[in-house]
């Protein structure tokens, strides 16, 4: 069991890190507005992860009751859409972009609400966590809305983390980020790293 919460927690890290709409509009929101914007973004964000973990927790587990089989297509959905995501990763540019330009300053409870929304509305977000969480069930006795809540609790503790010290270090890492440009290109190939090396193991018996 702690092999596979340990398993997540890395592999939460390495996305968290990986840069995303997400974490960039947590930058820039502190980098023009100050840490503690960035901040109270992180907490809007982080609190939408909850609706959403709900959500997968308790659809998922009624599919477990009902069905193994129809289980087993969840899951082999999952590792074909983390390999979707691979390529589209692959795909893509390694260069990170931001830009702070038109970025208006507001509230904290006005970031705070538009992270909330940003995350609740995105059913992209819905997608990843019911083709990530259900290959992390640790334990055949115990509730599975439990086992689904323990990851989400792990997943945003985690994300949390990382997008915090994001925004409390911004100046710093939009210097990095301007200076090296390799930066982007080793996200992008630990991102693909995450994504295939998870659907490998949801495929393997």
């Known amino acids: 069991m702690i092999e596979i919460l340990f398993s997540f927690a890395l592999s939460t890290m390495a996305l968290a890190i990986s840069p995303g709409p997400d974490n960039i509009f947590v930058l820039t929101q502190s980098i023009v507005n100050g840490k503690k914007y960035g901040l109270a973004t992180v907490l809007g964000l982080m609190t939408g992860c909850i609706i959403h973990t709900t959500l997968v927790a308790f659809g998922v587990s009624e599919v477990i009751k009902a069905n193994d089989n129809l289980f087993f297509i969840i899951k082999l959905f999952g590792a074909l859409y983390l390999l979707f995501l691979a390529y589209k990763v692959f795909k893509s540019d390694a260069n990170i972009t931001f830009s702070t330009d038109n970025v208006q300053k507001k509230s904290t409870l006005s970031l705070f609400k538009t992270g ?76 693909i790293v995450v994504f295939v090396g998870i659907a490998i193991f949801i495929l393997i018996p």
């Not at 990851?151 to 990382?162: E, N």
């Open 116 to 191: 909330f929304w940003m995350n609740v509305l995105n059913p992209k977000v819905t997608i990843f966590f019911l083709a990530f969480f259900p290959q992390f069930l640790f334990s055949d006795t115990i509730s599975t809305v439990y086992q689904f809540y323990v990851l989400g609790g792990i997943f945003i503790l985690v994300s949390f983390v990382i997008f915090s010290t994001i925004a409390i270090l911004a100046g710093a890492i939009s210097e990095i980020i301007k200076k090296n440009t390799k930066v982007g290109v080793y996200l992008k190939w630990l991102q």
